[in-house]
Each structure stands twice: as structure tokens, then as C-alpha cells.
């Protein structure tokens, strides 16, 4: 790797056309960006000497010798500084006019419109796609038979191709690729495309927050056919709605019980010789436990887990047969309950009896979860690190776990309470959040009106920074914190990756002449001396990248 190709921090089938002007953009950066480096971190800027000499770039920069500024009492908020920081927060990142509109309508009105959803008009360009996409619209029975492989072999029967000779495995593997691509594509532009220019911002800010606490990875057999479905169906009705909701929905929801393995999920089974055999899987009792309700340390045994799995047993999906017939009914979430596999035992699940009765059994788990004292402080928790601070106040914390239990976890209700808090307002809190990937590039297409011809563009940039949209294999989901995403290389990527998009060198997204000035307006943008003397030295075309690349951007 070349010098300048070390400072764009990207390999040479990715270089852009002008990488000198690249070049200069990571040596006008690269002493901003040096506050965000954890203390003791080391970025090496390999460019030649020549190079170097007349770019005046840091060799080393980010080191322990670079201190955090003592502690010291931060002034109020001003109004308009209020109005940026709800906006960051709520939204992921103002577009042209929305400061003005805020300013406007109030704050107060505002954050009471984007709790309510249904009151704010939808764009016409998202309505128009979501109403026309399979992905999206359609249960997962239906994806299963039109896209999976009972649609795969339909088409081989067609093209007249035997499914077990090695031609037929090529020809399935190829249209299995192109049917899953079609799911996928509608799947991920829907979101970005919600992301990017849905009035309703805070609905699609919570959705995220709440796909990556109930997280399903795409390359996982069926779910490629079901993701658009899960997120449509089992997360985003309920994404400012009532906990208990959501933990149902996605509970029942086709692609969760596939993901976590609860499908599998059965009593042992004794034959008549009195063989055992084995059924039981714990998978997705043991993440309901730990991730999505009590939280690791919920106060829960092993033993509660089991009892759990138990309790979930025969909770599946569609049995397919040969031509995709579905064998067994299922409701709009794709799952349904055989009783065959179930074990009507009675169970003891945190110290009280769940007497053996069925499907009913599964309900009154979740109500129980649902509404325990530490599935309100792991819920609130998380909120707290997601709109307020990565180490949230234990006060805060506290405050909205007592609201959570007495709404009987209704999530509006706990935002509202989060949204009002002095800790939200406080001026220790404003800009020390740091933008995930997704929220990087999604504020830069926001803030500059670019329209991606092809969303798969973004997809691919968030893949090349650790964040490809459902591509998390883990379910924990995608981190929000700032250790997750800080890093040198991540940051010369990003700095690279303005450049591109503000001279139009990124494939796809042309948005047209950007105004320094008037992105900083739309932004809401207070820059630190160092970042203002280099936009302002820098030239013309060079400066919205410097606005878009600076440390100022990188936080909300």
C-alpha cells in the first residue's frame, strides 16, 4: 500500500480518482479529529516525506501526552442549542429547515408530535414503496412459499432441471441468491429510505434501538426471506407503543423462533421401549431472560431457563411440505403452537407456578417477565445510554424505571419522562454521544438533501465500517456506545468517505453543490476554533467535506 493510500485508510480497488485531494483532506482533519482518540491510542499517518513536509501532517497524533480537560460547570443550554441537541437525538440528524421548524413549533409540541406518529403525515415516497414491496407487506408463510424453496424449486421444475444432479444444485444455489437479493434490496431501502426522509423520525430512531434489542442476522437459513416482515410486523407497530407488545410480537414472529432455534423447541420424547429423546432447546429462553427482558443480572438461575424453555415448548413455525402446502396453520406472525410438542408439565418460573395448560402458559411467562422490577431498570437503562449519555445517571435511570412499572412499560410514557429530565438538558450530556456508522452517513444524507439512486451503495459503505444493516450475527445487536465505533482507521474513513460524497466521487449519491455555510446552518453546527481557522484555510470545494469530517460532526 502506497503512502496516500494508507492516509485514506482504504486498499487500492477502493482508491478514489483524486486521492491527492483526499490526502488533503485527512491532513486538514487529522489534528481535529486527534480529541476524539482514546487517550494511549496511536494513528500512524503513512504518507511520503514530501508529502508530509508540505501538508505539515502529524506523524503521530492521539497519544497519552493529549489530556482530557479537567471537569468544570458547563453554562445552561441556550434555546437554540436545545433545539439542535433534541433534534440530534430524536431524529438521526436535522435536514435543511428542520431547526427553523422546531424553533417554530416548540420543542415541547415537537418531541409530543414525534411520540405520537400516526399524527405526523408520512412522505409519499416511503408510503408509495412500503405499500408495493412482498418484503414488506406480506406474512411469512407467503415469503416462505414466493421466495424460498418452494419458489426455487418451482423454477427448476420449469426450466426442466433435476434438483439433484450437480447442475441442479448450481441452479438452485443461484436463484435461491437472486430471490433472497430481491427480499433484501426492498428491505434494506425501506429502512434507509425511512431513515433518510420519513417525517417521523423518532418512530424509525426507536425501531432501530429496538431491532438491535430483539436482533435477527440475515444469513441465517429462512430469515433472509423474513427479515423485512419482522421488522415490519413484530417491531415497528410497537416501537413507541407498550413493552409487553413487542415482547410478544417478536416472540411469536417466524423469524425470531427461527433465529434463536425455539422452532426446534420440543418436550423429550420416551418411545414405547422407553428411549429418551432428547427436545428441548434453550436458545431463545435463555436470550428472552438475558437480553431482551431481566437483563444478565436480572436475578435469575439456570434452572429459570430451563423452566422457561419449557414452557415455550411447541412453539414453532409452518411445517412446509414438498410443493410449499403449508401443513399447519399459522397466524399473521408466521408462528403457531402444536400441542404434540409441548410439555404439559406444571413449571416453576422465578419462584411461581405456571400450571401446564398449553399455549396459555407462554402468556403468562411474558406478562411475568415483562413486568419485573429489573426488566425496568435493563429496558430503561438501555434508553437512558441511548438518548442521554453512554454512562447514564443512576437517577435518571432509577426515575424512569418507576414510570415504566407504573405505565406498565408503556414506552411513550417513559420517553416522555426521559425527554422532560434535567439530565436530558444538561449541558454535560449535549455532544458526548458518537455517531454508529448508520447514524454518520444517515445525518450526512439528511443534512446535504442526497438521494441515493442505489441504496445498496450505503449498504455497502456500512458493511466496509462494521455496520451493514442486519448483518449483526450476534443477538445483543449492534452497540450504541462509543467504544464500539471509536477508532483511527474508522475515522479516516469517514473523513475519506465526506470527501467523496461532497465532489461527487461516491457511486450513486450526488448531492449536488453543498454550501459550507448554509450546512453548518442546517446542522446547527457550534465549531471549535481549530476546526473553524482549518475550514476557513481550506479550499472551497474541500470545505463542507471539513464540516462533515470534523470531531464537531461526529458527535451529538
Known amino acids: 500500500m502506497s503512502g496516500i493510500d494508507s492516509v485514506i485508510g482504504l486498499n487500492k480497488g ?63 443550554l441556550t434555546e437554540r442549542e436545545k433545539v439542535v441537541h433534541v433534534l440530534n437525538r430524536l431524529s438521526f440528524g436535522p435536514s435543511p429547515q428542520d431547526i427553523q421548524n422546531v424553533e417554530s413549533l416548540g420543542i415541547d409540541r415537537y418531541i409530543d408530535q414525534q411520540l405520537h406518529p400516526d399524527t405526523i403525515g408520512e412522505a409519499r415516497t ?23 424453496p418452494p419458489a426455487i424449486e418451482a423454477a427448476l421444475i420449469e426450466q426442466n432441471i433435476d434438483q439433484k444432479s450437480d447442475e441442479g444444485k448450481k441452479a438452485f444455489n443461484k436463484i435461491r441468491g437472486t430471490l433472497g437479493k430481491q427480499v433484501m434490496d ?80 420440543a418436550a423429550d420424547r420416551v418411545d414405547k421401549n422407553g428411549k429418551k429423546t432428547p427436545g428441548l432447546n434453550e436458545n431463545y429462553a435463555r436470550e428472552l431472560m438475558e437480553l431482551h427482558t431481566l437483563g444478565v443480572d436480572g436475578g435469575y438461575s439456570q434452572q429459570d431457563v430451563i423452566q422457561l424453555a419449557h414452557i415455550l415448548t411447541g412453539l414453532t413455525t409452518s411445517v412446509h411440505g414438498k410443493n410449499g402446502e403449508l401443513k399447519s396453520p399459522t397466524n399473521a406472525l408466521g408462528s403457531y403452537f402444536n400441542e404434540k410438542r409441548h410439555d404439559f408439565g406444571d413449571k416453576v418460573l422465578l419462584g ?46 432509577d426515575k424512569l424505571s418507576a414510570k415504566f412499572l407504573k405505565s406498565d412499560g408503556d414506552i411513550a410514557v417513559v420517553l416522555k419522562e426521559l425527554f422532560k429530565s434535567p439530565e436530558f438538558m444538561d449541558p454535560a450530556n449535549n455532544n458526548v454521544k458518537y455517531k454508529a456508522p448508520l447514524r454518520y452517513i444517515i445525518s450526512i444524507l439528511r443534512a446535504t438533501g442526497a438521494r441515493p439512486d442505489d441504496y445498496n451503495r450505503v449498504q455497502q459503505y456500512l458493511r466496509e465500517q462494521g455496520e451493514p444493516l442486519y448483518g449483526c450475527l450476534t443477538p445483543d445487536g449492534y452497540k450504541n456506545v462509543r467504544g464500539a465505533w471509536l477508532n483511527p482507521d474508522a475515522l479516516v474513513h469517514r473523513a475519506n468517505f465526506a470527501v467523496q460524497l461532497v465532489n461527487n466521487h461516491f457511486k450513486g449519491v450526488d448531492p449536488g453543490p453543498i454550501d459550507a ?40
Open 14 to 76: 477502493n482508491v478514489l480518482k483524486r486521492p491527492l485531494l483526499a490526502l488533503t483532506l485527512a491532513a486538514a482533519t487529522a489534528p481535529l479529529l486527534s480529541p476524539l482518540l482514546p487517550v494511549g491510542c496511536s494513528f500512524i499517518v503513512e504518507a511520503p516525506a514530501y508529502a508530509r513536509a508540505k501538508l505539515a501532517i502529524p506523524v503521530k497524533m492521539g497519544t497519552s501526552e493529549a489530556k482530557p480537560p479537567a471537569a468544570q460547570k458547563l453554562p445552561p
Open 352 to 397: 411461581q407456578t405456571i400450571k401446564g395448560s398449553g399455549e396459555n402458559e407462554i402468556e403468562q411467562a411474558l406478562d411475568m417477565l415483562c413486568r419485573q422490577p429489573a426488566t425496568a431498570h435493563h429496558i430503561c437503562f438501555q434508553l437512558a445510554q441511548y438518548f442521554v449519555n453512554d454512562n447514564p445517571p443512576a437517577a435518571l435511570v
Open 126 to 148: 416511503v408510503t408509495d414503496f412500503v405499500s408495493n414491496s412482498d418484503a414488506l407487506t406480506k406474512d411469512p408463510d407467503h415469503l416462505y412459499v414466493e421466495y424460498g
Open 517 to 556: 455555510r448554509d450546512l453548518q446552518e442546517t446542522l446547527g453546527l457550534e465549531l471549535a476554533p481549530a476546526t473553524s481557522s482549518a475550514i476557513d484555510k481550506a479550499p472551497g470545494n474541500l470545505k463542507p467535506a471539513l464540516i462533515l469530517g470534523s470531531p464537531e460532526f461526529m458527535l451529538y
Open 186 to 265: 426492498d428491505t434494506i431501502k425501506a429502512k434507509l429510505l425511512r431513515a433518510v426522509e420519513s417525517p417521523r423520525q423518532l418512530q424509525q430512531v426507536m425501531t432501530e434501538f429496538w431491532f438491535n434489542h430483539f436482533n435477527i442476522y440475515n444469513d441465517k437459513g429462512n430469515d433472509r426471506y423474513w427479515l423485512g416482515a419482522y421488522e415490519e410486523q413484530a417491531i415497528r407497530p410497537y416501537a413507541l407503543g407498550k413493552f409487553r407488545d413487542i415482547v410478544g410480537a417478536t416472540c411469536h414472529h417466524a423469524a425470531m423462533l427461527f433465529y434463536l432455534d425455539n422452532w426446534q423447541n
